[in-house]
Each structure stands twice: as C-alpha cells, then as structure tokens.
C-alpha cells in the first residue's frame, strides 16, 4: 500500500514536491497538505487526488491520515512542525535548514532521540546529484592525487523579498556547508566572508555576491561566490582543483545550437529543473527507506552540524573576520 504522505508548506518546494510525488514516486501518495494559505493550498490540492487540506499538522494528524511527514515550509517554521511529528512517532523528510540555528537544532535532536528511532532525513538534495556523487569517489579513490581546493560557484538569479541577508549564509550557503562536508568528509572548522562589490540589481536590503571561505579539517579550502540576483538564471557550479587534475561538476548540460553566427543552449531557470532528478532521488529513497524503518541520507545531526557552522557564517557575515565553527558532542545516538 502507497505510503500516505502529508505535505506541510506548499510554496514553492513544497508545491513542486506533491507534483513529484504525485507524478514520478511509485510507493506513496500526497493524502494531506498543510498550508495556511488558502490559493496555494487549492493550487497544490490540484496535483494531489484524494488529499485533504489541514491548517496544521496537528489536525491532519488527528484525523489519521498521516503516516510520514514532509516539511516543507521556510526553515523558521520548521520546529513548530518537527516536534509534533517527532511526538507523533513517524518518519520525517525536512527540507533544510533542519533549522536557522544550532540551539533549536539541538532541541531537534533531543526530541528525536527521546523517540528512540533515527526518524528525521534532512534535504541536503545535492548529496543525491551524480555528479556530487562521481566527485566525492573521485576524492576518496585518490587517482587524481589529493584534493587541495574546491571553487564553488552558487548563483540565483533573484530571490523573494522575504529574502533577507542572514539567509545568503542559513538558507543558501548551507548547501555548500553540508556538500564541502561529504565531498571531502572532513569538518568545516572555520568560516570567512567577504562582500564583493554590491550588486544594485539586488533587492535595496541585501549586499551580495558575497565570497565565502569554508576552511575544512583535512586543510582543503572551498571558495563559495554566493550571488543571489545574477538574473540570467540558475546555476550551482564546483570545480576541484586536485594536486595532479582539475574536475568540473554542474556544467549547463543539454541541447547546444548554432544559429546565425552565436551558439548555445538553455540555462535553467531555478533549482527545481537544476536539481530535479537529485529531488526524485532523495524522495524515492527515503520512501523506500521509511518501509524498512530506515533513512537513506543525511540525518538531523547533519542538519545540527549545518546550522552550527551556519551560525559562525552568519557571525563572519557582519565581522569580515574568520570564525571558528563550535560543535556540540556527537550524542552517541548518531554514531
Ligand atoms: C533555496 O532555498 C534553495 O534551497 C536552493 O537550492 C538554493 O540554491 C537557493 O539559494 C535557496 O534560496
């Protein structure tokens, strides 16, 4: 029987999500969406035949139709949300951040321990991109030498408006925080910002691009450009510089043409094209995985150690100066 899933937040992620289940997850179905709002929640209740529309996730839960739970909403609300479906004893895909900061991380991990069950899987979705995945082996097997330095590009070409300054570091960094992390397996230990010159096509409260340094245990250094108005499209970009290879992921991939004297091919235009099959991926593993009361990726202690090293990168943000990242002791829970 189809795993009934309820969605909490159908904005952007979460609207994309229920067409995905819907559409491409074989194993489990969308049977309640969790939105305040009421346009978005008809809008998503569209792609989801049978569902039923809660304002909270309390109420989806009393009515029984819930057996997982996919949080979906900004990473401010994501507490609210992961504590009554901790309570509740059921598996949990959060997007991330797990959440903005280490102390309610924290708070995340105790409730989750006192259910005794690894039951949060957190959306660090690139973990799930083949090439993310080729590079990482790339790294462990050594034929290219050691790895010494990574060039990260991130880049959107605009954000909404309740896009704010700490979020270039908590909402959009992070990714880069968790990947650097699995891609060389070693700890981010420290963090540096600077700003580049501001970009004036940029929303008036924010200063970006910004360049981030993200200084890693085993020495090797990523260099994180974070541009957030770029406004030719999407893009997420990393080139690894090896002691004896360069290697290059997330290059514009599709159709090239030539035509009267220019060529080229189509940019996405934001993360759901970009990163669409990783999204399949993590979803129908975790699916799998809740039947055998498992999760198949990152956990909420790597959503714990993300939003720790965010809070350093959110303190280098205003002090231009190098942060060290500080850790709590890994409960042995997450071992
Ligand atoms: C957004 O929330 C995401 O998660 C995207 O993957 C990221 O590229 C973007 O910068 C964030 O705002």
Redo the contacts with the bound molecule.
């Keep these: 029987p189809d795993l009934n899933i309820a969605v909490v937040g159908a904005g952007l ?1 979460g609207a994309d999500h229920v067409i995905r289940i819907t559409e491409r997850i074989a194993g489990a179905r969308v049977s309640a969406i969790v939105e305040p709002d009421e346009g978005r929640a008809q809008a998503a209740l569209a792609h989801a035949p049978g569902a039923v529309h809660f304002t909270t996730l309390d109420d989806a839960l009393a009515a029984g139709v819930v057996e997982a739970v996919l949080i979906a909403t900004p990473g401010q609300f994501h507490e609210p949300v992961l504590l009554p479906a901790l309570a509740a004893g059921i598996p949990i895909l959060c ?2 951040p797990l959440t903005p900061t280490p102390e309610a991380s924290l708070r995340i991990l105790e409730a989750e321990q006192a259910t005794g069950k690894k039951l949060i899987q957190v959306g660090f979705m690139r973990r799930f991109d083949t090439e993310y995945m080729e590079l990482r082996e790339l790294i462990a097997g050594g034929t290219a030498g050691e790895l010494l330095a990574l060039n990260c590009a ?1 880049r ?1 070409g605009t ?1 909404p408006d309740s ?1 704010t300054n700490t ?1 270039l570091i908590e ?2 960094v992070v ?1 880069e925080i968790d990947v650097v992390r699995y891609l060389t397996d070693s700890p981010i230990v420290a963090i540096e910002v600077k700003h580049g010159k501001r970009n004036t096509l940029s929303p008036d409260h924010l200063n970006e691009p910004i360049f981030v340094l993200l200084y890693t245990e085993s020495g090797v250094l990523a260099n994180v450009e974070m541009n ?1 108005s770029v406004q030719f499209g ?1 893009q ?1 970009k990393t080139e690894a510089v090896f002691q004896k290879a360069i290697a290059e992921i997330g290059r514009t991939t599709g159709m090239t043409l030539w035509q009267d004297g220019r060529y080229g091919g189509v940019e996405n235009a934001s ?1 759901k094209t970009r ?1 669409a099959a990783a999204y399949d991926s993590q979803i129908q593993r975790w699916v799998n995985a809740t039947k055998r009361g498992e999760i198949d990726g990152p956990s909420a202690w790597d959503g714990y150690l993300a939003s720790a090293a965010c809070a350093a990168g959110v303190t280098a943000l205003t002090t231009g100066e190098r942060v060290d990242v500080v850790y709590a002791e890994r409960p042995a829970f997450y071992n």
């Design positions: 992620m997007e991330k991130h959107n954000v896009y979020m909402d959009s990714h957030v999407y997420v993360f990163f």
